[in-house]
């Protein structure tokens, strides 16, 4: 069976793994990635990583997740808030030329959507929508197991997506985007202005609703509705034989997440309501999907 090498590499930390054309990761390096150093440091210490990965001679391909959107075709990042210096640099150009392997780069919700389409919960089947649920919304879609990523790279910004014109302008994005209703963090700041401005974290708010607490359920439920509005859009668009939900919120999805799918129904076309709702498989999505990334493109 086919091996490859599957990196994840963030702002604070990267992490290589040696990883078999079915998920099964064979080993893996940790180590800080000194994005605040810089390129040609960040480079400098992720080949050391991959190099220490015993057999790395053998892969047949290579793959890189990370924060932001990529073109593609060059292997850029072209927005990298984490990475400072890396819009532009040629990180897949760079890797290919020291290991002699072909190489691929996208975006981690990207890269983790593959994992679960390929390998996870969506294997076998043709179209298949990822969603992570946590601080943020991120999405992916995989036709044919490979990511559409877009001509720029933002195909699964669904935390954009206008679900309501009639709430409040928070930030860069659109009033009304559904990051900004149905996130972790969103969640987080209608607690703190309705209930408790004590209340640090998403789980604090679920822990409420399961207790009865009227106002933290009527949060969890008007999440709920949102979020729905947000798959209806997407469906409208692709129409996937699944939606793969993973991210931290989902811990909680025994609170929000049949209720979730009811208000789906009720806002797609009826010959649309048998697509499945599955929640994510994986553990690590982000290092396999990186490691997948050689496999969708054939290699």
Known sequence: MKKYIGIDLGGTNVRVAKVTADGEILAEVKSPSYAQDGPSKVMENLISCIK???GWQDCAGIGVGVPGPVDTIKGEMLMATNLPGFEHFPLA??????????????NDANVAGLAEALVGAGKGLPIVYYVTH???????????????????????EIGNIIIDRAR?????????AVENEASGTS??????????EKITSAGELFALAK????????????????????????AHVCDPYAFIVGGGVMKSKDLYFDKMIEYYMQHVHTGMRTVEFKPALLSE?????AAMLPVSFGK
Not at 187 to 196: N, T, Y
Request: charged residues 25%.
């Open 93 to 106: 150009k760079t890797l290919e030329n020291e290991f002699h392997l072909p190489t691929y780069v996208d």
């Open 168 to 176: 409040k302008k928070y930030n860069h994005l659109n009033i009304g």
């Open 134 to 156: 946590s601080t943020g919304i991120g999405g992916a879609l995989i036709v044919d197991g490979k990511v559409v990523s877009g001509k720029h790279g933002h195909a699964g």
């Open 285 to 289: 999505p982000g290092l396999i999907g």
């Open 187 to 196: 969640l987080v700041r209608k607690a703190r202005e309705v209930i408790d």
């Open 211 to 234: 207790a009865g607490e009227q106002r933290a359920l009527q949060i969890v439920d008007t999440m709920a509705f949102d979020f729905a509005m947000m798959f209806s859009a997407i």
């Open 52 to 54: 220490k990965i015993e």
